[in-house]
């Protein structure tokens, strides 16, 4: 079922864009999102959080692509209110806020009768006035895509001989598992001129290397990969790392020990990651197109909960605790309304969203079905609704597939991106509005 749609499409114009970057790490000492084990709040920080923005323009539509060094987007209210602040201070038709995922970064808290916390407001409002700064410096464009491959991940559901699924946290030898997707897909934004504006880095990979005993907020290893492709790719561009479906993928040295060299296996996979981004960003030939379009849909879509509610909610009190619950909310609902959105640029570069934790074949199999030569997913957009795994995944059991951290009917994933192929075909005008049967009786 689908409510609240919203579809546009831009008429043939010239590209501009514009970026932005502000700091959002929190000057007070937060709960960290993402281990239940960590109650204790952050006591300084290793390297900054930051919110990228790049706003695309063509004709009348405008899209912004927020990149957040945050464990999940903000919450249904937090999220609405950007967007119509957006909307109204800045003209963007189609808004993306899309979060690492970093365990190293504060608890969202789905909004209460009093709002978002204070940090969450204050980083808010710091990305409201980074999306009008954007806007209000759009300048003509060119864009590129390149690929390439790199591996610093496996997938931590291991599928055992008997059909089993036992839980491969760490992978410090690099055993090859499957499925993983070392793809990178590098999107070049340049200025008229060809000098670099923005690298957007599309890769799927739980950004983990830090863990539980880690007491300070950093972007983990996407922070080292801007780094590398900062200072490796001339003109200086804002280096963007854009989450893919890394549901069941970790770094190779996920959840190290500080005392046993995490900070030194953060930067060495983010720096295998920059590096390859940078060699292919550098290899992009941006084009400038008088013609360019930007093409959006963006849909609620209904789920029910996968559970019967009472058994979910003492799963929910085994798996977070009393305290965890109170910190990550419970999300104990018959039905949820799941923002979701498609986007196409240049008829050529299409983005499905997914508000959560996709697993890795979504990401592999949007780039063999979607009809244009440049698919990527952005995984944890514009919300957080838990894990999104495949079927078969769903029928093996083990985290993510059948926990309480995956709270949505089997099958939600593909539905999702059943959906944005058919948004896609649609912006390519390839579905027909009339029927073959009458079409014989026209031209006959």
């Excluded at 559901?157 to 055993?175: H, I, M, Q, T, Y």
């Excluded at 854009?242 to 995490?262: F, L, S």
């Excluded at 995984?379 to 795994?389: E, Q, S």
């Amino acid at each position: 079922m689908l409510c609240g749609f919203l579809s546009t499409t831009t008429q043939a114009a010239a590209l501009r864009a514009g970026i932005a970057k502000v700091d959002i790490t929190p000057a007070t000492h937060e709960i960290m999102w993402g281990f239940e084990d960590r109650l204790t709040p952050a006591s300084s920080t290793l390297d900054p959080l930051f919110a990228r923005v790049l706003v695309l323009e063509s004709g009348e539509r405008r899209l912004a692509i927020v990149t957040l060094d945050l464990g999940r987007a903000f919450g249904p209210a937090s999220m609405e209110a950007l967007k119509e602040s957006a909307r109204r201070t800045s003209g963007i038709s189609c808004l993306l806020a899309a979060a690492s995922h970093t365990h190293s970064a504060p608890v969202i808290r789905d909004e209460n009768k009093n709002g978002p916390p204070e940090w969450e407001g204050a980083a808010l409002e710091k990305i409201e006035r980074a999306i009008q700064d954007a806007a209000s410096h759009l300048a003509p464009a060119r864009i590129g895509v390149g690929t390439g491959s790199v591996a610093v991940g496996h997938n931590r559901l291991r599928v055992e001989p008997d059909g089993s699924v036992a839980w491969f946290e760490r992978n410090p030898d690099r055993k090859p598992t499957r499925p993983v997707d070392p793809t990178v897909t590098v999107i070049r934004v340049d200025s008229i001129d060809g000098a670099p504006m923005a690298i957007l880095v599309n890769y799927a990979c739980h950004p983990v290397v830090l863990g539980s005993d880690n007491q300070q907020y950093s972007a983990d290893f996407p922070a080292a990969m801007a780094r590398v492709i900062e200072q490796e790719v001339p003109g200086k561009p804002t280096a963007f790392f854009v989450q893919g479906a890394p549901g069941d993928i970790n770094p190779y040295y996920a959840v190290t020990k500080i005392q046993e060299g995490a900070v030194k296996w953060r930067d060495w996979t983010g720096e295998q990651l920059g590096h390859e981004a940078a060699r292919v960003a550098k290899s992009i030939r941006t084009e400038s197109n008088p013609n360019s379009t930007l093409d959006t849909s963006e849909q609620l879509m209904t789920f029910q909960l996968r559970w019967d509610r009472e058994k979910f909610k003492a799963a929910l009190l085994k798996f977070l605790g009393p305290q965890g619950i109170e910190l990550y909310g419970a999300p104990i609902s018959p039905e949820f309304q799941v923002p979701t959105a498609a986007v196409l640029i240049n008829k050529r570069i299409a983005i499905a969203t997914f508000p959560g934790e996709p697993f890795v074949d979504f990401q592999i199999n949007w780039r063999e079905r979607c009809p244009v030569s440049t698919c990527i997913v952005m995984g944890y957009t514009n919300g957080y609704n838990g894990y999104f795994p495949t079927i078969l995944a769903a029928s093996r059991n083990g985290y993510g597939a059948a926990s309480a951290s995956t709270w949505l009917e089997v099958g939600a994933g593909e539905r999702i991106l059943n959906h944005a192929a058919i948004k896609v075909y649609d912006m390519l005008g390839r579905f027909s509005d009339l029927p073959d049967d009458l079409k014989r009786d026209v031209y006959k």
